[in-house]
């Protein structure tokens, strides 16, 4: 049992490719049903995987569809690029979405997933410049503030103040931009990694004068089963609450949903 103060949830990220748009309709409707925290896509506009020409769809889009569709589950891009769109417009398509999926007067479920990019393909095909990875990192310091301030300017403003996660690992940046911004960060590193960037992104937290302890701590997972089982306890240790799996067509391994939702289920019960 976990004795964390925040709850653990579980994330299931739906990657648009290789699949009908009915399809991930449909299994967004059934991850809600079964229980899922949250609901992620991602932001590109080719196939990370399989057929790199197969069949793929766009993911603001997608995410508006996604708030109309769903009534208690959150939702969000893990993650949409920064460099994709202009901040102010970006901080207004959040906040329309987050509108969208405000039923019946409740507050928007919108998680406001952001990294700086790194897929070249979606850059050269779309004429976008792709530059350096610190230069991709730099805007997105430059862009958040400019989000945050858009979001205070809106009428109607956002139906609560939207979480933003980042996404990303880097030690002299990207971190210093979760401690300075996210309310939720995403980290890909295995434990042993995590567990020392943990301890970076506290120095940085304590340079920024924020207390760590409001920003949550979400990881990528290969799910509950066999050998990742105990790099999900330990992870538990360190503080981790967002444990998020990736699916993708043709599989979409709804098992693998279920036993990650038991395990959920059985460290909060």
């Known amino acids: ?3 964390t103060s925040r709850p653990v949830r579980v994330g299931v990220q739906i990657a648009p490719q290789h699949a ?5 309709r449909d299994t967004l409707a059934e ?26 769809f766009e993911g603001w889009t997608m ?9 208690r589950i959150e939702f969000g891009p893990l993650v949409t690029c920064n460099s994709y769109r202009n901040p102010d417009l970006l901080a207004d398509m959040a906040r329309t979405v987050d509108h969208i999926s405000a039923h019946d007067g409740d507050t928007g479920r919108l998680i406001f997933g952001i990294g700086s ?20 990192l730099d805007a997105l310091s430059e862009a958040l503030p400019r989000i945050e301030a858009r979001w205070a300017k809106l009428n109607p403003a956002p139906t609560r ?23 939720i960060w995403h980290s890909f590193a295995d434990t042993e990694t995590l567990e020392r960037k943990l301890g970076i992104l506290g120095e940085w ?17 290969r799910g509950a089963r066999g050998d990742a089982l105990p790099d999900m306890d330990r992870q538990l240790e360190l503080g981790v609450t967002l444990f998020t799996l990736g699916i993708t067509a043709p599989e979409l391994d709804m098992q693998g949903v279920r036993e990650l939702i038991a395990w959920r289920d059985s460290v909060t019960s």
Not at 63 to 71: D, G, P, R, S
Not at 129 to 135: K, L, P, S, V, Y
């Open 1 to 3: 049992m976990t004795t």
């Open 205 to 221: 937290c304590e340079k920024v004068e924020r207390p760590m302890s409001e920003i949550e701590i979400s990881v990528g997972t």
């Open 161 to 183: 103040d939207i979480p933003v996660l980042i996404g990303g690992g880097g030690e002299k940046k990207t971190l210093r931009i979760v401690a300075q911004h996210a309310d």
């Open 117 to 136: 990019g790194w897929f070249e393909r979606d850059y050269d095909e779309y004429g976008y410049e792709f530059g350096t990875a610190g230069q991709r």
């Open 31 to 56: 991850l809600e049903d079964l229980g899922v925290d949250i609901a992620f896509n991602w932001d590109h506009f080719y196939p990370l995987s399989g057929e790199p020409d197969g069949l793929h």
């Open 63 to 71: 995410l508006a569809a996604w708030a109309e569709q769903t009534t």
């Open 20 to 24: 009908s748009y009915a399809t991930i």
